[in-house]
């Protein structure tokens, strides 16, 4: 373990994937949905209920992934060699899930099932990797949210450049072919994402190994994680909190298209966001350095709470509230990334204190599991909401699913929001307990 600073070009460097992952990630919590319904002409329904199993079905694959990727070894180290093992088929798979083949209604539902799972397995077999590496670049505790508040700057980055410009960029490229300008929209993220996945490759390094002759079973990974009390906390936390976040999200482009009747908006209400947000992030390792890592998650999420649940009292035309409110919640909800993956590297410390093993790649891949069942939770919500007050895709909608927009952009989220202040109770890692965590483990591997 070291206590050095790393170097500024690493921390960048590892930031920089993130970048490449939301090239991904704003795509499909943004825009898929809607690409789903109005563009490849799937009903909501349907299209609800496919992202919910896939999403399901993809987060198992998580810990698998994770397993998979603690017991690599190569002369690159565990995890890095994944950014360059899976770049290029991450990007094959996501033109494909964006490519509109002309099918039946069931062969295009088909169609979705089997790229829309193909594109998630190769994310996830590379984007596991990879949260696992900041937890073994450094030990310090200080150290990792400074890395994950890098990171998170380049992810919202990423985001932002992609709300921004996917629209344009759908329009430029098709030539008013919507379904090609979507086709050769993804290849160009995929393109440009996996020259980022090279950069960390080249420029990272992995410092923290297991102890040494460690052999364990997959089901002893999951055994410790079940007996680790502040990972759990950090499971439910991460389900709860993506919930929130993705209905918002997803939601925003319904709200603008339907209840403002300005589509044009959405173009710089999400980067809005996305750059305070990334503001937010910048400021995670000021806060944490005087504020301790459970009270700050919690006044975080208390923010977002209240913050939410004023968006239900902006009228359509009250533009000016609504993208004060945006940023607003991009400032508070931006440390919650940084914090919460830094806090997941102390968890896979507690364990190795704990239980003499380290499991670095499925203590991160049970947390995105949950993520993920978070998404796919907030997708059927939507999807349900969408289905009883009778959305129609491309028509004025009634005043009932107006609403249902309105309340998915706002007090549901709200109401999740609160569920996340009431599980940060229970979590037990202070910083007073991470310092002798790190101490005690420094002085076993002076003996070894």
């Not at 050095?4 to 090239?23: C, V």
């Not at 937890?135 to 700057?153: C, D, K, Y």
């Not at 929130?244 to 339907?258: D, V």
């Amino acid at each position: 373990m070291i206590a050095t600073p790393l170097p500024l070009r690493e921390k960048i460097s590892y930031g920089l994937a993130d970048m490449g992952f939301n090239f991904y990630w704003a795509n499909i919590a943004t825009f898929l949905m809607m690409f789903y319904t109005d563009v490849y002409g799937i009903s909501a329904a349907a299209a609800a209920s496919m992202m919910f199993v896939i999403k399901i079905v993809n987060a198992f694959t998580d810990p698998l992934i994770g397993a998979v990727a603690d017991r690599t070894s190569t002369r690159f180290g565990k995890f890095r060699p994944y950014l360059v093992w899976m770049a290029l088929p991450l990007a094959g798979a996501g033109v494909l899930t964006y490519t509109t083949p002309h099918l039946g209604a069931d062969g295009k539902l088909a169609w979705a099932y089997g790229t829309y799972l193909l594109m998630m397995v190769c994310y996830t077999c590379i984007n596991i990797p990879y949260n696992a590496l900041s937890g073994v670049m450094s030990a310090e505790p200080q150290e990792r949210s400074t890395i994950n508040g890098l990171r998170f700057i380049f992810a919202f980055a990423g985001s932002m450049l992609v709300t921004a410009a996917t629209p344009a960029m759908v329009g430029w490229l098709g030539g008013g072919d919507e379904q090609r300008g979507w086709q050769l929209t993804m290849l160009a993220w995929g393109v440009l994402a996996s020259l980022l996945f090279a950069a960390t490759f080249f420029n990272t390094r992995e410092r923290i190994a297991p102890p040494p002759r460690q052999q364990t079973r997959v089901r002893d990974d999951l055994r410790d994680l079940a007996g680790n009390r502040p990972w759990m906390v950090l499971f439910f936390l991460a389900l709860i909190i993506m919930v929130s976040i993705t209905l918002r999200t997803t939601t925003a482009a319904y709200y603008f298209k339907y209840v403002v009747v300005r589509p044009e908006l959405l173009a710089s209400f999400l980067p809005a966001y996305m750059a305070a947000a990334a503001a937010g992030a910048a400021l995670t390792p000021v806060m944490t350095r005087f504020v301790d890592k459970k009270t700050l998650m919690m006044v975080l999420m208390s923010l977002t709470a209240l913050l939410s649940a004023a968006f239900f009292f902006v009228g359509p035309e009250q533009i000016t509230a609504m993208y004060a409110l945006q940023i607003a919640l991009g400032l508070v909800l931006g440390p919650k990334s940084p914090l919460a993956f830094s806090m997941y590297a102390d968890t896979a410390d507690y364990n190795e204190w704990r239980n003499g093993r380290r499991a670095t790649a499925m203590t991160f891949a049970a947390a995105t599991f949950s993520q993920k069942l978070g998404t796919a939770l907030a997708v059927a919500v939507i999807g349900m909401v969408f289905t009883q007050l009778g959305y129609v895709p491309n028509a004025a909608q009634s005043s009932g699913s107006q609403a249902g927009i309105v309340w998915l952009m706002s007090i549901i989220p709200a109401v999740f929001a609160l569920l996340a202040v009431a599980v940060m109770f229970f979590y037990n890692l202070d910083s007073g307990k991470l310092r002798q965590i790190q101490a005690d483990l420094s002085a076993r591997k002076a003996q070894q």
